[in-house]
């Protein structure tokens, strides 16, 4: 049993890193997109050290963060802190990132096979969230500011055709 199971989550798993290896060829490797460019693929996991441990020794992928609190600001100025726990994987010297989260609260309805949403980071959050409607997505987060010990960003959350989760987020200060 547990050798099928093994088996069934690098089936689920090594597509996306196969993905991930994809997209961190990119040129661009250290800054900010000045235009939209994927940012991150996160997946929920259900015991962090072991799964950093896996896709660090397995992938050689280092964790370039590990934060432990949020704080979210709404549109209407409320801020929340929680806790999280999540990390940021990277490939070296690539911008890509894995994040996987050990998340405190539910999964969103839409979850599958562990994915939870794709980051697309933009310059102007405003703008790409009008495309985003335009072109028949909803909205399902609003546009808010988050913040950790070493990033300040504004994202927003939308459902895409086929009901998958998109993130956008507009980096304010710091390196994701």
Do not use: W
Request: negative net charge; aromatic residues 8%.
């Amino acid at each position: 049993m547990k050798t099928v199971l093994c088996q069934s989550i690098q089936e689920r798993v090594l597509p996306f890193l196969v993905f991930l290896a994809i997209l961190s060829c990119e040129s661009n490797t250290a800054t900010s997109p000045r235009s939209p460019q994927f940012n991150h693929v996160y997946l929920h996991v259900s015991d962090m050290d072991k799964s950093l441990d896996f896709y660090t020794s397995a992938f050689d992928l280092e964790v370039t963060k590990h934060i432990k609190k949020l704080k979210r600001t709404l549109e209407d100025g409320q801020t929340i802190e929680q806790e999280i726990n999540l990390a940021l994987l990277k490939f070296p010297g690539h911008y890509f990132a894995l994040e996987i989260g050990e998340t405190l609260d539910s999964l969103p309805n839409n979850t599958r096979a562990s994915y939870a949403h794709v980051g697309i980071e933009v310059e102007d959050i405003e703008l790409a969230s009008e495309r985003i409607i335009k072109a028949g997505g909803l909205s399902s987060r609003p546009i808010t500011q988050v913040e950790t010990e070493s990033i300040q960003a504004k994202t927003a959350f939308f459902t895409g055709p086929d009901g998958e989760t998109i993130e956008l987020m507009q980096i304010i200060s710091g390196n994701f």
